[in-house]
């Protein structure tokens, strides 16, 4: 688990690529659900929305960004690369909802209200490390991979929302 941990790290530091992370199904499934529980928990604790409702804004959200990750993989001829991808894409989201729950029940222990500012510096800092991981596994620059990842965050919240009836 601690060698996860660092490979996970590592990427979310930009100093390591999706190609670290070994291709397997099992690890791929044992992170997606990991992170479903995660986002799950901090949604629920955090808004007002009903269970299902945030359950499948979560899951359509993930659906979407693995059925887009596979197209531009297929359309450069990388899809070999679509397990570590979303591996290392679903891995770095987890850590950073860990970390996200982390500041926030720390600012609300100190009695602080930080919720936009943390979701400010998150947004940022998850385009960078989503747009170093498409820039890796798509062998494209990194200002193209980070403009994907605003692109595919926008797009997938979007999707998740229409599809539970958000208009």
């Known amino acids: 688990m601690q060698a996860l941990f660092s490979i996970f790290w590592r990427i979310t530091s930009l100093q390591a690529g999706p190609e670290t992370v070994p291709a397997s199904s099992n690890l791929l499934a044992l992170v997606t659900i990991s992170n479903i529980i995660v986002s799950l928990a901090i949604s629920l604790a955090l808004g007002d929305k009903a269970f299902f409702t945030v359950a499948a804004t979560i899951v359509i959200n993930l659906a979407a ?23 290392a894409y679903f891995g770095c989201d987890l850590l950073l ?47 193209l991979g980070s403009v994907l990842a605003l692109v595919l965050i926008i ?13």
């Open 65 to 87: 960004l693995s059925l887009i990750m596979a197209g531009l993989l297929a359309m450069v001829g990388k899809s070999a690369r679509l397990s570590q991808t979303l591996t």
């Open 97 to 143: 909802n860990v970390f996200v729950a982390i500041a926030i029940s720390l600012s609300k222990l100190a009695g602080v209200d930080l919720l936009n500012n943390i979701a400010l510096i998150i947004l940022v800092w998850s385009v960078a490390v989503f747009g170093f991981i498409l820039s890796r596994a798509l062998e494209v620059h990194m200002i």
């Open 155 to 167: 797009l997938t919240f979007s999707i998740s929302q229409i599809a539970i009836g958000n208009s």
